[in-house]
């Protein structure tokens, strides 16, 4: 039996009653974040470009931009959205971001197929299982072989999730993961200047994992070792060198749940960023005056320089806003100046801003051959300053297994990412429903903002 045989027999024959609990509550978690996110990007040029695009297509609503797209439209404009601001969940180990492309997905199927509270839970929990695990077979080697872990991942994800629920075959269902393996993209040379491409890849992989799905699911024949075969997805899309454990694909299938370890982000920049933004707001608290630093030095794991330190001219002056989610001396300088880094740091103003640029400028990196990064996301830095040296540690990614955001947090970070897109009472009051009642009795009328 191959994996993706083995994977589909269980995804199959999952029920509800199955998921666990601890999978459930991150999974409602999972559902107001990404919506949240979704929402707070509506009105950026970049999704008023796509809105451009593919207005008039159909009559599934996009969440955020009212009825007017066809399922595979609705899915590219808000699985964008959902990873635009890089706001999104992560996936610590090898970063990989969920939601992005689960959640648009279901958002545009659930209309399109009137699928059921118990039948989004069941796609929710099967594609988001199967995402987590491809990101353990061979850390960092995606990113290594220049791709986005996201856009080649979330594909398999969507496909594994719908073909779960919309009535396909265990047959049907390879195929489905098969044909996945030819539709899957998303290379990273955004990094070069900051470019919109990265943006797209999770909604990309969205409207894919729904065309794969649908042409399985009409007997189109995928290859059922699409990921272990010779010519497979890691042999493709990973860089050889990096040993390969395919087990995690299957490993305790049902009793282990990986996404049960998804992480949520406090702040709206790249993952190994957040454990610096942490640092830099802990040193505000001793340095009271930007003018006594002297330099900062970030303790990085070697993994993390390649994306977020190099060039070292791009990184400390970020010609985009996109660019500054990437680059750790800028958030550093925000963290510092402004004890955030949320939607409104990250803006055309904020990036010409002199006293964080030059803070930034202060702001090195030397590589620490004992940092965890990948297994664990750290910080360290070191601050020289005129009256001495003051160094913060930051142990793990603050929203993540070891140091999970609150209820609370949730509720706040939802709340003002509502607000930042300027909906009122009645319409925040909607999408509260509407997230709290997925997996019970969707009313997708209720996400018709606009």
């Known amino acids: 039996m191959t994996i993706a045989e083995e994977f589909s027999s269980w995804a199959i024959s999952l029920k509800t009653n199955d998921i666990s609990d601890k999978s459930r509550q991150v999974l409602n978690f999972l559902v107001k974040d990404i919506c949240g996110v979704i929402i707070s990007a509506r009105d950026e040029n970049y999704i008023q470009s796509l809105v451009k695009t593919y207005s008039g297509t159909g009559d599934i609503i996009s969440l955020?931009?009212?009825?007017?797209?066809?399922?595979?439209?609705?899915?590219?404009?808000?699985?964008?959205?959902?990873?635009?601001?890089?706001?999104?969940?992560?996936f610590e180990g090898n970063p990989m971001h969920i939601g992005a492309s689960m959640i648009p997905a279901l958002l545009a199927a659930g209309q399109k197929y009137n699928l059921s509270g118990d039948q989004i839970l069941k796609a929710l929990a099967v594609g988001s299982e199967l995402i987590c695990r491809l990101a353990l077979v061979a850390p960092t080697a995606m990113?290594?072989?220049?791709?986005?872990?996201?856009?080649v991942c979330g594909?398999?994800?969507?496909?594994?999730?719908?073909?779960?629920?919309?009535?396909?075959?265990?047959?049907?269902?390879?195929?489905?993961?098969g044909i996945s393996g030819s539709f899957t993209s998303g290379i990273i040379e955004y990094l070069a200047e900051g470019t919109w491409t990265k943006r797209v890849h999770p909604g990309w992989a969205a409207n894919s994992g729904m065309n794969a799905t649908l042409m399985a699911k009409s007997d189109f024949y995928g290859p059922r070792t699409v990921f272990e075969g010779e010519h497979g997805f890691?042999?493709?899309?990973?860089?050889?060198?990096?040993?390969?454990?395919f087990s995690h694909l299957t490993d305790k299938l049902?009793?282990?749940?990986?996404?049960?370890?998804?992480?949520?982000k406090p702040y709206a920049c790249g993952t190994m960023a957040q454990p610096f933004v942490d640092c830099a707001i802990k040193l505000k608290e001793k340095i009271k005056d930007a003018s006594q630093i002297k330099s900062i030095t970030a303790m990085v794991g070697e993994g993390t320089v390649h994306r977020l330190w190099e060039p070292s001219s791009e990184k400390k002056k970020p010609s985009t806003p996109y660019s500054a989610k990437f680059s750790v001396p800028y958030c550093v300088a925000v963290g510092f100046l402004r004890g955030n880094a949320g939607l409104h740091e990250f803006n055309?103003?904020?990036?010409?801003?002199?006293?964080?640029?030059?803070?930034?400028?202060?702001?090195?990196?030397?590589?620490?051959?004992?940092?965890?990064?990948?297994?664990?996301?750290?910080?360290?830095?070191?601050?020289?300053?005129?009256?001495?040296?003051?160094?913060?540690?930051?142990n793990c990614f603050r929203g993540g297994k070891k140091q999970p955001l609150t209820s609370k947090d949730f509720d706040s970070k939802f709340t003002k990412n509502l607000e930042y897109a300027k909906l009122n009472e009645e319409q925040i009051n909607n999408i509260q429903e509407f997230t709290k009642s997925i997996?019970?009795?969707?009313?997708?009328?209720?996400?018709?903002?606009?």
């Open 254 to 264: 049902g009793s282990r749940w990986e996404t049960e370890n998804l992480a949520f």
């Open 155 to 177: 594909t398999f994800g969507v496909a594994a999730g719908l073909s779960s629920v919309l009535g396909l075959t265990e047959k049907q269902m390879v195929s489905a993961l």
């Open 64 to 90: 955020g931009h009212g009825k007017k797209f066809d399922q595979f439209s609705s899915a590219i404009i808000a699985g964008t959205a959902a990873h635009g601001e890089d706001f999104d969940d992560t």
């Open 143 to 151: 990113h290594k072989q220049c791709f986005h872990p996201t856009a």
């Open 439 to 450: 997996f019970n009795k969707p009313d997708f009328s209720k996400i018709n903002l606009f």
């Open 348 to 394: 055309e103003e904020s990036i010409k801003d002199k006293t964080i640029l030059e803070l930034a400028n202060k702001v090195d990196y030397k590589i620490d051959p004992e940092n965890e990064y990948p297994s664990n996301y750290t910080g360290t830095l070191i601050c020289e300053t005129n009256e001495g040296t003051v160094t913060e540690h930051q």
């Open 234 to 245: 890691f042999k493709a899309f990973a860089l050889r060198e990096i040993k390969r454990d």
